[in-house]
Structures are given as C-alpha cells and as structure tokens.
C-alpha cells in the first residue's frame, strides 16, 4: 500500500475511534492494533497523537476553502450574498445528514474530546478567518454593512460563533435525552442569528444561519428517536 493510501486509512480509522471511545480514550496502541499496522508505520505518518489530531481537523478544513475561494472569486455574488454562502455551505450539510451530525456531536461534545474540540476550533478560526475578514471588508466599503470595524469583525464573528458552538454543541447532545428541550435550541440559534445581523448593521433576517432550515429535520429525528 502506498504512502498517501495508507495515512488515509489511519486518519478514517482514528476517526472513527475518536467519535466512537472519545479522543483520550483512544490511545496509539489501539489505532496502531485495528490498523494492524506496526508501530514504526504509524511514526512515519504521524509523530504523535496531536499530529494525528491536526491531520485530521486539517484534512476537513481543506475540503471546505476551495468553495469559499471561489465564492470570492465571483463577481456576480455581492457582499451579503458570499457571507450568506458561508453558511449555506454548513446548513444544507446539515439539514442533510441530522442523523450523522447529532451523533458527530454526542460524541464530540465529551470530556473525552475536550482537546480535540480545542485543536478543531482553533483550526476553523485560523483557516475561515481570512475569507470572513474579506468579505466583511468589502461589504463595509461598498456601504452594505455598517460598522466601523469592517477590516476585522470577520475574525471577530467568527471567533464568537466558535465559543457559542460549545453552548450549541451541549444542547444538541442532549436534545435525545430531552428532546422537550428543542425549543430553547431553536430561541438559542435565533439570537444567534440576531446578534450577526445586529453587528454589521443589517435587519434582522438578512443572514440566515439555518436555525429555521436545521430545526424542523432535527425535531422530527428527535422526535422519532425518543418514540423508539
């Protein structure tokens, strides 16, 4: 098997175990024995877990900026339109795949993950920041935003939604056990949504970060769930 191959099978497998026993749960040794692979195969691709971890949030990243590229690349979009696609990108992912993304989410949001959350967000910020940052900047240029902060409040905004996902995060995971609860994560989503449009000076419902699009596919699969 070659190089690129096989460091793939091991970013699916630990994956997977990740989601599955939790990322500190899941030691080397165990990745090293499911692969069946020996212990010097593992250290050509990663030098430690951490470099695992990073490989990993890394290759998920990388699959999204190449649509955020060209969505600045385009000039037909105009500045509410590329940052509005930002979203989009997530919301149809989700409403999607609810089924995947509430398990995704019960499994991340432990203890047990706690580091691989941290090197997750810190990814996401350091990777989108720059997409966010320009179109900001050239909505408040064109006058379509209106706050004074246009060359920064893309890193800002994003940074705020990243520490409200862990508040979201801990909601979703626990929407099975109390699936009554799915009103408050609805209200949650919405001031969210609130707080976007209020900071670049927009009316409310310019930018759409899914809470209406997400709720109804979520609710009926917790629903389903909880009747089971």
Known sequence: MDAPTRKTELLDLAQRLFLQDGYDSTPISRIIEEAGIAKGTFYHHFKSKAELVEALVERQVQGLLPAYDAALERTDLSPVEQ????????????????????????????????????????????????????????????????????????SFLLSMMVGLAEAQGQMVAGLLEHPDNIDAYAE????????????????????????????????????????Q
């Open 83 to 154: 940052l509005q696609l930002f979203f989009d990108i997530s919301i149809v992912w989700k409403a999607n795949n609810v089924e995947l993304m509430v398990a995704t989410i019960q499994a991340l949001y432990t203890d047990d993950n706690l580091v691989l959350r941290k090197r997750m967000n810190e990814q996401n910020v350091k990777a989108f920041s720059p997409y966010l940052n320009e179109v900001v900047r050239r909505g408040a240029e064109a006058g379509v935003f209106h706050t004074p902060y246009g060359n920064r409040l893309g």
């Open 188 to 227: 949650f989503m919405e001031m969210v949504e609130h707080s976007i449009n209020r900071m670049l000076g927009l009316e409310d419902g310019t930018i759409s970060i899914g809470a209406r699009a997400i709720l109804e596919p979520l609710r009926a699969y917790v629903i389903a769930r909880s009747t």
